[in-house]
């Protein structure tokens, strides 16, 4: 049986007389970063303007950062609700997305008295955690404001449809957060160390090895790996220096590190 629609909400729409005009700020559009833990994803994000972190696991203690420290999902709700009428910051940041996928899963266990969503018949537990995540996540997306989601990595077993196995690096946010999230977000990358070990690199554009990429076309333009040295100075310059790379100005080329990525035991 199909599940009924709830039946609230505004019905005005505002129809539209001219095309919309594309945003060129950065920081009107949402991403995730994932990868190995203290790789700089924290620091780098920390560069932006106005950034206000939704810190949901210990984090950012070496950073002077705006933050707000989160131990559950009424918490994230609450912080959710004051980031859409806020004024002040220009950046939120989700540091992680999946421990806030945790916190809303025990909240929906919580609140249909069950210790797991399979215990509830017809995967009732499952639906009532989708839709508390998707409805909140969807709010903050559409608040106005840019939105950095972060995330670990692991390597995941893929099977091959013509047979046969390989790995593929992935965020480790749980099958359920990663279904809402990464249909809604704008880039999606992975930060890793280049070859030389010691300086650090953002694959902006992913292939069969590992997840990444955007759906912007005018940005990025023949960007696949962004240089992002050994400081967070550095990755921001870099990063926004790639961002500004658009049709009408080529790319530097240069030659592409080899990956290097730690399995954990």
Same mark, same amino acid.
């Given at each position: 049986?199909?599940?009924?629609?709830?039946?609230?909400?505004?019905?005005?729409?505002?129809?539209?007389?001219?095309?919309?005009?594309?945003?060129?700020?950065?920081?009107?559009?949402?991403?995730?970063?994932?990868?190995?833990?203290?790789?700089?994803?924290?620091?780098?994000?920390?560069?932006? %303007?106005?950034?206000?972190?939704?810190? $949901?696991?210990? +984090? @950012?203690?070496?950073?002077? /950062?705006?933050?707000?420290?989160? =131990?559950?999902?009424?918490?994230?709700?609450?912080?959710?609700?004051?980031?859409?009428?806020?004024?002040?910051?220009?950046?939120?940041?989700?540091?992680?997305?999946?421990?806030?996928?945790?916190?809303?899963?025990?909240?929906?266990?919580?609140?249909?008295?069950?210790?797991?969503?399979?215990?509830?018949?017809?995967?009732?537990?499952?639906?009532?955690?989708?839709?508390?995540?998707?409805?909140?996540?969807?709010?903050?997306?559409?608040?106005?404001?840019?939105?950095?989601?972060?995330?670990?990595?692991?390597?995941?077993?893929?099977?091959?449809?013509?047979?046969? %196995?390989?790995?593929?690096?992935?965020? $480790?946010?749980? +099958? @359920?957060?990663?279904?809402? /999230?990464?249909?809604?977000?704008? =880039?999606?990358?992975?930060?890793?160390?280049?070859?030389?070990?010691?300086?650090?690199?953002?694959?902006?554009?992913?292939?069969?090895?590992?997840?990444?990429?955007?759906?912007?076309?005018?940005?990025?333009?023949?960007?696949?790996?962004?240089?992002?040295?050994?400081?967070?100075?550095?990755?921001?310059?870099?990063?926004?220096?790639?961002?500004?790379?658009?049709?009408?100005?080529?790319?530097?080329?240069?030659?592409?590190?080899?990956?290097?990525?730690?399995?954990?035991?």
């Amino acid at each position: 049986m199909a599940r009924k629609q709830k039946a609230v909400g505004n019905a005005e729409i505002a129809w539209p007389s001219a095309p919309s005009v594309p945003l060129t700020d950065l920081q009107d559009f949402s991403m995730l970063w994932y990868g190995r833990e203290k790789i700089g994803k924290t620091s780098l994000a920390a560069q932006f %303007e106005k950034a206000l972190f939704l810190m $949901t696991e210990p +984090g @950012g203690k070496a950073l002077s /950062i705006f933050k707000i420290d989160i =131990i559950n999902w009424a918490q994230f709700r609450a912080a959710t609700e004051r980031v859409i009428v806020d004024k002040d910051f220009r950046t939120i940041i989700v540091d992680t997305v999946d421990k806030a996928y945790e916190y809303c899963l025990d909240y929906a266990c919580d609140k249909l008295a069950i210790d797991h969503p399979a215990d509830e018949d017809y995967g009732k537990g499952w639906a009532a955690v989708a839709d508390e995540f998707s409805d909140c996540m969807t709010r903050l997306l559409h608040c106005g404001k840019g939105i950095i989601f972060t995330s670990h990595a692991k390597e995941q077993t893929i099977k091959r449809r013509g047979g046969g %196995e390989s790995s593929r690096i992935v965020p $480790t946010m749980a +099958g @359920g957060a990663r279904r809402v /999230i990464e249909p809604m977000i704008d =880039i999606w990358a992975f930060m890793q160390y280049a070859e030389d070990g010691t300086s650090r690199e953002m694959v902006i554009r992913g292939d069969d090895v590992i997840a990444a990429g955007h759906r912007l076309q005018k940005r990025f333009v023949g960007v696949e790996r962004i240089n992002l040295g050994k400081s967070a100075e550095i990755a921001y310059q870099n990063f926004m220096r790639a961002w500004a790379i658009g049709a009408t100005e080529a790319p530097t080329t240069a030659a592409k590190p080899k990956m290097k990525f730690t399995r954990k035991a």
